[in-house]
């Protein structure tokens, strides 16, 4: 499979402050990337879907001011968490995708004091 | 809505052992159908998968037949070994194939030599 990473792999940051996450896909280039978030012993939960160099759509209940994403190429995207609270704690994964092919990265865990 | 249901974990086994994860499913429609696998430290990857009524995917010892009229996707090994410890997603897939994933909660297994 597809070689994705995040970066960082673990961050924690005071509350009021933004968090930038980067996902790259090393050997593959994707047209849509999905943004999950994991709760502790819950499933993974779409936040949203971005298309290269389109705006993303955002799944109901997510504030698309508070979760930027941009996905300016076909090997990265990134998601801004901003003016994050505690209640923002959570495990941030990317899923890069691109005709029927889907790969998921290792995670980021945020932590919000 | 759509949704999926996997039996809660964790699920200790001896090697050799056989094993059972139950996943049901709601949804409308005609959904693809996945596990997925993730090892500590690593991102999700896709175990096998099913894409209509009655289709049995394998892969790894694993399997797990698509069964319609119980709304079901168990997976099942026949004798398990230390290194499938993980944990196991169930998924389903919008049946328009957008990509967008639906995830159980996710089972942890732990086999003991």
């Known amino acids: 499979g597809a070689v994705v990473s995040q970066h960082p792999s673990r961050v924690i940051c005071k509350s009021g402050t933004s968090v930038k996450i980067e996902c790259r896909s090393l050997d593959f280039q994707a047209t849509t990337m999905f943004w999950y978030r994991q709760f502790p012993k819950q499933s993974l939960m779409l936040m949203a879907t971005s298309n290269e160099g389109s705006k993303a759509t955002y799944e109901q209940g997510v504030e698309k001011d508070k979760f930027l994403i941009n996905h300016a190429s076909l090997t990265l995207s990134t998601l801004t968490v901003t003016s994050a609270h505690p209640e923002d704690s959570s495990f941030y994964i990317c899923s890069p995708s691109s005709y029927n092919e889907q790969f998921f990265g290792p995670g980021t865990r945020l932590t919000v004091l | 809505g759509n949704s999926v249901t996997q039996m809660e974990g964790p699920v200790t086994l001896s090697e050799e052992a056989f094993l059972t994860i139950n996943c049901t499913y709601t949804a409308t429609g005609y959904p693809s159908l996945f596990w997925y696998v993730q090892y500590p430290g690593e991102g999700l990857q896709l175990l096998l998968k099913a894409t209509k009524a009655d289709d049995k995917g394998s892969n790894k010892g694993f ?12 997976l099942e090994k026949g004798s398990v070994q230390v290194s499938d410890s993980a944990v196991y997603f169930c998924a389903l897939g919008s049946s328009s194939n957008t990509g967008k994933l639906i ?3 996710g089972t942890t297994l732990q086999v003991k030599p």
């Open chain 2, 63 to 74: 399997e797990a037949t698509y069964r319609k009229e119980t709304t079901s996707f168990h």
């Open chain 2, 103 to 105: 995830f159980g909660q």
